[in-house]
Structure formats: C-alpha cells, structure tokens
C-alpha cells in the first residue's frame, strides 16, 4: 500500500465521483438547515434529506462530497479508542434516483483497490442477510468469493426519520495482532482486527415519524467512508489520531504541556481529547455556533469546556486552546476557507469561554478534590446530589464535569438527588425573579454622556456603551448566555414604553453573543434601555452590534398609537373640547383610552 495524506485521499476520492459524472459541492454547514430533527450534521446524507424523500430537486442526480460531521453520543470514549471523534469528514457519493446497486458495487471495488491500492484478499464485504441481490454483484460481477461476503442482520442503516435502507460494508483485515487477540473475532466486530472503511447504503425507505417504513418513490445511493479511518489505514498507523489529520494537534497539546505521547495511557488521553475537541470546537465556531446552555450551543460548551480540562489534567494552566486554532487552520484552511477568514473571531470565542472556564476548573476542582478526599476517608463512593448541585451552581461546576472526575476515581454521583436539588432552585430563582421584576432599578448611568446618546428608528447598528445584569444597578463589562442584563446602545432603535405604550422587543447580535430584548425602558435620565437575557455566548460592553426590533410587533403597537389619538379627536369633535385623556394602554394587542 502507499502513503497517502488525508488531503490526497480527500482530493483522490471526490475526482473519482468527478470522472463519474457526479456534481462536486463542498461540506454544508454543521447546523442543519430547516431540519428540526437534527442538532448537528452527523452524516455525509445528512444535508441531503429532502433530495432523497423527493421533497426537492438535487441541483444534481449525484453528488459528492467531503462532509464536516460531529457526533457526540459517546463523547466519553473519545481519546479512549482508536477511533471515536466527536469530528470527523464523510467521503460521500450519492444518487437521486440515478445509479444504484450495479454501479456503485463495482465502483467502490474500484475506488478502494485501485485508486487507494488495498489489496484486494485484505478486504471483506458485509450484507443485509435477506439481500440478495447485493450478494449476487458482489460475487459475480466483482468475483468475491462467496466466503468473504457475510450476512449481518444489523446491516441496515436509518439515522431517526427520513431515508434508509439496507446497506453493505467494506472492511479492512487488519492483522491477527490487532483486536486484542480475541479467538472469536471476525467481521462485523469492533474490535479493530476488521475496520469498517465505507458504508454503501442502499437508500429505498423512509422512515416515518411512527417509526413505519414507506418505499421511497426512487432508489438512491448513500455511501459514508471516514477520511480519518481510510488515512490510519494508508498510513499505516494504529489508530486515527497518529494521521496527519489530526496528529500535528497532539503535537502541539504535548509542547505546550511539556509530555510526550506513546508514554502513559492517560496522558495519550488527554492529548486524543484535546486534538479531536481542537477540531470541533473550530469548525462549529466557524460555523456559526456559539458557547451557550441549550442546543448546539451546549454541546460547543462541553467539548470546549472538555478540552480545557485535559489540558489541565497534563499540567497546562495556561490558555492554550486559540494556539491548537491556529493548528488546526494550518492543515485544513485551503479546504475550508471561512476558517481562515474567521480565525481571530474563532480564536476570540474560544478565549471568552477559555478564561471564564478556568476560573471555575480552578475554584471547582479543589473542592471538588477535598469531596473525594473525604468520600475516601468514609470508605464512601457515591456523591451525595446536594454537594453535587451545589459545586454547580455556587461554583458554575458542570455536573458532568462532576460526574467524569468522580468516575475516574472509580466513584458516582447522586443524579437523581442533583435533579431534586436543581428543581428547587429553579423554582426559588423564578420566585425571586417575580419578585425583583416588580421593583424598577436605578442603573447607574455615571460616566457616560447622555446627549450623545440617539434614538434612531431607522437604525440597526450600534454599540454597547454599558452593560447591567437586569436586576442590578452597577455596571459590568461582560454577560454570558442564561444572564439577564439590561443594556444601553449609542444608537437604539428600540422605542421605550412610556405613555401607557408598551417597550420594543427584539434581539440584538454581537460578534460573540446574542440578547433576546423582552422590554425597552427609559431612564430618569433620559437613556433607553433595552432589557433581555443573553441567549448564546457573551456580549461585552464596546461590541459593535445589529439589531432587530420584532416590527410586526411595533407596528401593531403604532396603529394602536394612531387609534388613540383618532378616538381622542373623534370624542373631542362628538362631546367637546373638555374630553381629556387621563391613561391608556397601547399595546399590539388593544388600546384602552381612559
Ligand atoms: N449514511 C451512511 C453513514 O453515515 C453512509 O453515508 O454511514
């Protein structure tokens, strides 16, 4: 076999769909677009759902691509296994209707053993056990002997709703030295002495949200082969992460940290962690997702957050993610120019989390150390769920963190009494917010120039001059997402409530964070204040922002506004000049005029 870079393979695979008439596009974005079903792209077909139920004409009847993917359902055993990322690319080809099993049997055949060079007597096949037909191609027009094409029930690939269907595998026989020496070993088992390289899915079902199956109008193509794993097998290492897809990261998380790999199980880890969270995290930046609690937000947080800790577990404590950034930029940037384009906002990102992250690992981790003491000195494995919530939210601790750390000191955590503990607090915090929301606050408006301050209902661009949480009158120079602040723009468009007329809603976009507006408000002094909750990662006082009023909303409020005014003058000329107005309500929904 000869070396190849992950970057040949890429390059190598896609001209060959080229040469076969197939349209080439690059990777879709990782967060799916108009599919609800989906968090993240986890698959090549992925963005492809609607072309293969027939809901929309592909620009193409095949495509290929190298699709960006996260997965993080075993998140855990990333670093702990040859092969689990949470990124990772998808070679793809797909029909629409096209080609099916005939040609794209013997065209893999093709791809793997003569374009990649495999040799042939390495390779084995699997099939759905009732398919028939695959098995014929395979053995007679490809010439597979009949030994090396296995039946497997579980050969039938669905990714929750949407197109499916029975599907065939090429595997890899690695060597009797790999799989941990297992007797029983064969293909099909994940142990690594077979690898599976390319999933040839014969797309002809859907599956309906009651979990029924429909024959699909048209037969399709879907094929899925990992470029870490075809690379580890190319290049000849033991697992993904010494490809040069991923290995030059490692490199440097062991510079920075001062260790080497290949030296100590756990250290190796850290490093696998580190290296494949360093890809995520930057392709999901890059692509629009921002550190939150919810959603994909959530699941930046936590491989950031992840990173940060393994980092910190061989010895670095210093910042160190925005240095892995500019790694990951060097090898993948000619193929994906928007990281290029975005490095210093993907590293700015990456470095909000970072620090405020450190902070809590630091306070968090030392207590979290002298628990464990104690549970060890009572000869006590279980985390009581009060201690648990508490490193959570007096220390902003993440529970999983919690549970992680406890687990590799062979001890558990209280879950269900966290969730009881947590329920409590959340009712006490919406108390405490009814409570509060009732009595206005004074910000404290010192040192900034009111009349330079504008109302523009024109506008939709301006600058976050100051910065409070909602409930507080002091200023702060920054809130991250679940926070609620108050804020104050040079130039708002937001028009207040005030005559009886309710505030603006709307949402305002800094380069790092988002604030969903719930009210707009005017100060004694003058200055309008829009008032809301951070919904995605961190907004800083001097962020130049955009914004957007929900203008439905105001213009129902403003034809409310002009009908108060026309039933005042409409009672004027009807009762008299003496009809006065002492109150109203202008609202989008009514108007009251007293
Ligand atoms: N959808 C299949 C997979 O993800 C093949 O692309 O394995």
Redesign the pocket.
């Known amino acids: 076999m000869k070396y190849m870079t992950g970057n040949e393979i890429r390059e190598k695979f896609l001209k060959f769909f080229e040469d076969r008439g197939h349209l080439i596009l690059p990777s879709a974005s990782l967060i799916p677009q108009d599919d609800p079903t989906l968090l993240l792209i986890g ?3 992925a963005p492809f759902k609607p072309f293969f139920t027939g809901k929309m004409k592909p620009p193409s009847p095949r495509i290929a691509t190298c699709q960006k993917c996260v997965r993080t359902g075993d998140i855990e055993n990333v670093g702990r296994t040859a092969r689990h990322h949470t990124y990772f690319e ?1 070679l ?1 080809n797909f029909s629409f209707g096209d080609y099916f099993k005939k040609e794209i049997i013997p065209w893999s055949w093709e791809f793997v053993t003569k374009e990649l060079g495999i040799p042939a007597d390495k390779l084995w096949i699997t099939i759905h056990t009732e398919d028939d037909e695959a098995f014929d191609i395979w053995h007679n027009v490809v010439g597979l002997p009949e030994e090396r094409i296995v039946r497997l029930e579980e050969n039938f ?1 669905e ?1 929750g709703s949407g197109p499916c269907g029975p ?1 065939s595998e090429i595997h890899v026989y690695l060597g009797e030295e790999r799989g941990g020496g297992k007797p029983t070993c064969a293909v099909g088992c994940d142990c690594d002495r077979f690898l599976e390289i390319w ?1 040839l ?1 014969f797309t002809q079902y859907n599956q309906n949200e009651d979990g029924t199956y429909t024959p699909l109008a048209n037969k399709n193509i ?3 082969a990992g470029l870490e794993r075809l690379a580890s097998v190319l290049q000849g290492k033991p697992s993904n992460f010494e490809t040069d897809l991923i290995f030059p990261i490692i490199e440097y998380a062991s510079e920075v940290a001062a260790v080497e790999y290949g030296r100590e199980r756990k250290t190796d880890i850290s490093l696998k962690v580190i290296a494949d969270h360093a890809r995520s995290m930057t392709f999901m930046i890059a692509d629009g997702i921002l550190p939150s609690n919810e959603g994909r937000g959530y699941v930046l947080r936590r491989i950031l957050r992840r990173a940060v800790r393994h980092g910190r577990l061989i010895g670095i404590d210093k910042m160190f993610l925005a240095g892995a950034v500019d790694v990951v930029i060097e090898m993948y940037g000619h193929v994906y120019p928007n990281l290029v384009e975005k490095r210093e906002y993907i590293q700015k990102v990456i470095e909000m989390e970072e620090t405020s992250f450190l902070r809590t690992l630091r306070q968090g981790s030392e207590l979290l150390s002298d628990e464990i003491a104690k549970l060890e000195a009572a000869g006590a494995t279980v985390l009581d769920g009060a201690t648990a919530f508490k490193l959570n939210d007096t220390f902003g601790f993440p529970w999983e963190l919690t549970a992680e750390i406890l687990e590799e000191n062979g001890m558990t955590m209280d879950k269900a009494g966290f969730d009881a503990a947590l329920e409590v607090q959340r009712k006490m915090a919406r108390e405490a917010r009814d409570d509060k929301a009732g009595r206005p606050v004074i910000y404290n408006t010192r040192g900034i120039d009111i009349a330079s301050l504008k109302v523009d209902e024109a506008a939709d661009t301006g600058k976050i001059v100051m910065l409070y949480p909602a409930h507080d009158a002091q200023p702060i120079e920054n809130a991250e997402d679940g926070k609620d602040v108050a804020v104050i723009l040079d130039v708002t468009a937001f028009h207040a409530e005030g005559g009886g007329q309710l505030g603006d809603l709307g949402r305002i976009t800094a380069p790092t964070g988002v604030i969903e507006v719930e009210n707009t408000k005017k100060l004694p002094d003058g200055a309008t204040i829009q008032i809301g909750r951070v919904v995605e990662g961190t907004v800083n006082v001097g962020d130049a922002v955009t914004y957007e009023v929900n203008s439905c909303r105001k213009s129902d409020i403003a034809r409310n506004h002009t009908a108060t005014h026309l039933l005042h003058a409409a009672l004027k000329s009807g009762l008299g000049g003496h009809v006065n107005q002492a109150g109203s309500y202008v609202g989008p929904d009514r108007l009251r005029f007293d």
């Open positions: 698959a090549g077909m998808m793809g690939w990714i599907c999933n899915v879907d094929t899925g």
